[in-house]
């Protein structure tokens, strides 16, 4: 990573910084532009009309989502999605905090916390809606049955992994439980931590569409269901660029949170290297 | 002499506190219904579920299910890797491959998986090709993207000192690269391989392909709670089951590796 960085500015240099800004730019949207026009170009030759142009998405997009559609199906999917990952953080941390520190808690969970784990998150589904109905609360309980593991699991490996010398220090400092927690516990166990989130957001999203294609008569994932039924395929095709658009943004905005909670982390990580 | 003895009694006391865990587990699970808190109808006695477990043990069309789901999980498992490895390997060593590829792959890699399900049900209907689709999609860039990491993170001097050794490209691969890629894509392989495990049952319940996913959704629409709770149970050991198994391969591929090394001193 560093060399490559460090080629790029040395044969940059010379030709100044109007240079570099365009190299990067072609770098960051040649491939997207190329591959767009190679799409278009194969689709208005063929016939096959389960791949319609980009064009033609483009524009079954702005129609399908822009409007009232937005309000009927986006928001409410987002909002359980939302919702969703809130809860599994909050609840996987918490609760990962507490059996990460009590020990006997630990060893008696932790076989049934990996069976839990190794269960297919999206088998769930029926279990709970077997449960509780078909219902927004079902929605957003199967979200985080499979959200939680990855972050309940990590959080109990962060904190276990504290420093032993940092904790001692703070038995000797006889530093409140507290602060112990605020200052020591939770820093120390979150690059663990958000590397679960990750791996929960991920899950998140899953489980929002299959959710919603199982049991639903709204929302992102009934919706693309639908228009697959109902052959209306560019329809159907703007329903996946949304969802990816869905995914892209949830990395993006994790990527930004996880850069501000972790500076000190990634900071620490580039001195020790160079 | 003392220190192994106390060793091996923690060893004892986890193993024991463990199995507590799971009975504990077991009993709150029967006296749920037992007491009425949840109906039988929509939690099961455990005693019931494990009865209906034994049953499909013993039972040739279960094997035959599980079979099929696991057909398709190793051939979309295969297929990824190989694809994974090899487009990965490329991309990996060519920079400018890499920095032209970075924003597409950052776009395409948090598409959910399932997304595509409309479209593979579209353009192979209710066979194994669609599941394949949705496997293979989700499982390459767990392994392609460790793969990039991994032949990006060759050491400078090791890379240095091998040029000016003369090593021909086939040995550079062969020395240098496998070998710092090695533990990345092992990562890759294990994570791959829960979460092509996951997108074969989940394929089975939407597209309705035959194999253990459309059991648990054929169960579910008869009302048949304990097959349900059976067979998510079902799923349930058979994901751990390839969490084992890929971890230990990962520990016997690496146990060269100074991840695995340390690991067995303390």
């Known amino acids: 990573m560093t060399a490559h960085t460090g080629s790029v500015a040395s044969t940059a240099r010379g030709r100044g910084i109007g240079f570099r800004v365009g190299a990067s730019f072609l770098h960051a949207l040649g491939l997207p532009f190329l591959l767009l026009v190679i799409w278009g170009v194969a689709t208005s030759t063929s016939t096959n009309r389960f791949f319609p142009g980009p064009l033609t998405i483009f524009e079954a997009f702005v129609d399908t989502w822009v409007g009232p559609a937005f309000v009927e199906d986006v928001l409410p999917s987002l909002y359980r999605l939302g919702f969703g990952i809130l809860a599994s953080i909050v609840v996987g941390v918490a609760v990962g905090t507490l059996i990460g520190l009590v020990r006997w808690l630990r060893e008696l969970l932790e076989p049934l916390l990996e069976f839990f784990r190794a269960i297919p998150p999206p088998v769930l589904i029926p279990v709970v809606m077997l449960l509780l ?64 989130v990750r791996q929960g957001l991920s899950v998140a999203l899953i489980l929002m569409v299959i959710s919603e294609m199982f049991a639903s008569s709204s929302g992102l994932g009934y919706r693309i269901a639908y228009f697959q039924r109902n052959y209306l395929i560019a329809e159907m095709w703007s329903g996946i660029l949304l969802l990816g658009l869905v995914g892209v943004f949830l990395a993006v905005a994790f990527g930004v949170v996880e850069r501000r909670v972790l500076r000190w982390y990634h900071g620490i990580r580039e001195v020790s290297r160079a | 002499m003392r220190v192994p003895s106390t060793r091996r009694l923690r060893a004892l006391r986890k193993a024991l506190l463990g199995v507590v865990g799971l009975a504990g587990f077991l009993a709150i699970w029967q006296l749920i219904p037992t007491l009425g808190l949840i109906n039988s109808q929509y939690l099961p006695y455990v005693t019931d579920v494990i009865a209906r477990l034994s049953e499909e043990l013993r039972d040739l069309a279960f094997w035959r299910r599980l079979g099929a789901t696991m057909t398709s999980w190793a051939i979309g498992l295969a297929v990824a890797t190989f694809a994974a490895i090899v487009l990965g390997t490329i991309v990996g060593l060519v920079p400018f491959l890499r920095r032209a590829t970075h924003t597409t792959v950052e776009f395409l890699r948090p598409i959910p998986s399932v997304a595509l399900i409309p479209l593979a049900v579209l353009m192979f209907g209710i066979q194994r090709q669609a599941a394949l689709v949705i496997i293979i999609y989700a499982s390459f860039w767990q392994v392609f993207v460790q793969v990039i990491y991994g032949v990006a993170d060759v050491d400078a001097v090791a890379r240095d000192t091998a040029r000016s050794f003369g090593l021909t490209r086939r040995e550079r691969l062969s020395h240098l690269v496998l070998p710092t890629t090695l533990p990345y894509l092992m990562t890759g392989l294990r994570l791959a391989a829960s979460v092509a495990l996951i997108l074969a049952i989940t394929a089975e319940m939407v597209i309705g392909n035959p194999g253990l996913g459309r059991m648990i959704e054929l169960s579910r629409s008869a009302g048949d709670s304990v097959g349900l709770y059976a067979f998510v149970v079902v799923t349930g050991l058979l994901g751990l089951l390839v969490n084992l198994v890929f971890r230990f391969i990962e520990r016997r591929s690496l146990s060269w590796h100074q991840s695995v090394r340390g690991e067995e001193v303390l």
Do not use: C, H, Y
């Open chain 1, 133 to 196: 109905g078909i219902t927004d609360t079902m929605k957003v309980v199967v979200i985080v049955s499979g959200a939680i593991w990855p972050i309940l699991l990590n959080t109990i490996d962060g904190v276990r992994a504290t420093d032993s010398v940092m904790t001692e220090t703070a038995d000797s400092f006889q530093v409140t439980w507290w602060e112990r927690l605020r200052f020591l516990v939770l820093p120390a166990a979150s690059p663990r931590i958000m590397a679960g």
